[in-house]
């Protein structure tokens, strides 16, 4: 079993970057595949991003590349969203996921989930 924990979400401005934080606990964090999704009022869950086991390879959602960016501490059991020139579009509950095996951008692969953390940008 693996728990995740998010933190770091909050208000903030159009423009303004925030950095969310995972911590996991349980299985070995360094052999899992970590992910990044969001839901938006009214919207389904959507992929933003994952990190594979060693923090060298990330995959992005389109719209986010550049803006977005995925990092893990395996020492400290922690994945890390960087999100930058925020926009109320990014308006979304931001949830951690962790999955054994490799990358994927469908939600139902990943077989750990934490609870989200609301992040809203007002204009």
């Known amino acids: 079993q693996v728990q995740l924990e998010e933190s770091g979400g909050g208000l903030v401005q159009t423009g303004d970057s925030l950095r969310l934080s995972c911590a996991a606990s349980?299985?070995?964090?360094?052999?899992?595949?970590m992910g990044w999704f969001r839901q938006a009022p009214g919207k389904g869950r959507r992929f933003v991003g994952a990190?594979?086991?060693?923090?060298?390879?990330?995959i992005y959602a389109d719209s986010l590349k550049g803006r977005f960016t995925i990092s893990r501490d395996n020492a400290k059991g922690t994945v890390y969203l960087q999100m930058n020139s925020l926009q109320p579009e990014d308006t979304a509950v931001y949830y951690c996921?962790?999955?054994?095996?490799?990358?994927?951008?469908?939600?139902?692969?990943?077989?750990?989930w934490g609870q989200g953390t609301q992040v809203t940008v007002s204009s």
């Open positions: 996921a962790a999955k054994i095996g490799g990358y994927s951008t469908s939600d139902f692969q990943y077989q750990y």
């Open positions: 349980g299985r070995t964090f360094s052999s899992l595949v």
């Open positions: 990190i594979d086991w060693s923090g060298r390879d990330t």
